[in-house]
């Protein structure tokens, strides 16, 4: 066995006491559930989930045609949510709409003449 841990070494090895670990490995589950599905209207009003800027700006004519409407930011990065929610608060104040914040990445976009009833 003298030249077989001649070789082994050759190769890396360390003759008869190399040992092979085995890798531990873990199982992920996910827990995607259909029923967790975003929805597209809340209330009858349409939902919007935009991932950039790009995303929104056609959105303004809904204003125009005094159509309300949700974003949820989930899908948006902090940054692009920023630049999102400057871009419509200019155009907010140019036809005098308004927004409200309904949850933490949630907001409501409304016409000129409409406003949310609070209980």
Do not use: W
């Not at 209207?41 to 809904?62: F, M, S, T, W």
């Not at 125009?64 to 948006?76: G, L, M, N, V, W």
């Not at 929610?85 to 104040?93: A, C, R, S, T």
């Amino acid at each position: 066995m003298g030249i077989m841990n001649y070789i082994f070494k050759i190769f890396g090895f360390e003759g008869d006491d190399v040992k092979v670990a085995k890798k531990k490995t873990t199982k992920a589950s996910y827990n995607l559930k259909v029923s967790q599905k975003l929805p597209d209207e809340i209330d009858g009003i349409r939902v919007y989930y935009p991932e950039k800027l790009e995303d929104c700006k056609d959105k303004i004519e809904l204003l125009k045609k005094e159509t309300p409407f949700f974003i949820d930011f989930r899908a948006c990065s902090s940054v692009e949510k920023n630049k999102i929610l400057d871009y419509y608060q200019g155009v907010i104040d140019i036809l005098g709409a308004n927004c409200e914040k309904v949850e933490k990445d949630l907001y409501i976009f409304l016409p000129k003449h409409m406003e949310i009833e609070r209980d």
